[in-house]
């Protein structure tokens, strides 16, 4: 995913408490320099600041980074020359959503097997009927117009 010109995330959403890999291929990178730190922090007061040294690849200068609570994530980059890349003076600001509620799992639910049971049957069910309507489908006409013939097993 892209959100930005030469900022790349491995995820299609950044979601708060989970883990994202980003790839860096902009201005430091481009020049062909040898490190390259990641400066990030969470929300408008950039809670959390934090550095990683990236590891430069041949798709670009990566690291993975934990994300923390927070509506945004905001990154700039340094390099061995403490310059940096930081959108002219803006930072790279990203949204960040919130855990889905019916994700997380509480204490207090059932943790038996039996509590997944309906949701295996339903599954199950699908995938029969998906595989009956596909033979159906695949063999029905074959029948009716006589061109169906079993293969023959070759005993060799």
């Avoid at 989970?18 to 922090?41: A, D, L, M, P």
């Avoid at 799992?105 to 998906?130: N, Q």
């Amino acid at each position: 995913m892209e959100l930005t010109k030469n900022i790349f995330f491995n995820t299609d959403k950044l979601v708060e408490n989970s883990n994202v890999k980003i790839s860096y291929t902009g201005k430091f990178y481009q020049e062909n320099c040898n490190k390259v730190t990641i400066h990030y922090g969470f929300g408008e007061n950039w809670d959390n600041v934090n550095d990683i040294e990236m590891i430069k690849t041949e798709l670009g200068f990566q690291c993975e980074i934990s994300l923390l609570e927070g509506d945004t994530f905001g990154i700039c980059f340094k390099n061995e020359n403490d310059e940096w890349d930081n959108n002219n003076g803006v930072n790279y600001v990203f949204p960040l959503e919130k855990v889905s509620q019916e994700l997380i799992v509480l204490e207090d639910e059932p943790k038996s097997i039996g509590f997944a049971r309906p949701l295996r049957k339903t599954y199950l069910w699908s995938k029969k009927i998906k595989l009956a309507v596909y033979k159906i489908i695949t063999y029905l006409p074959k029948i009716i117009s006589g061109n169906y013939t079993k293969k023959a097993k070759n005993n060799n």
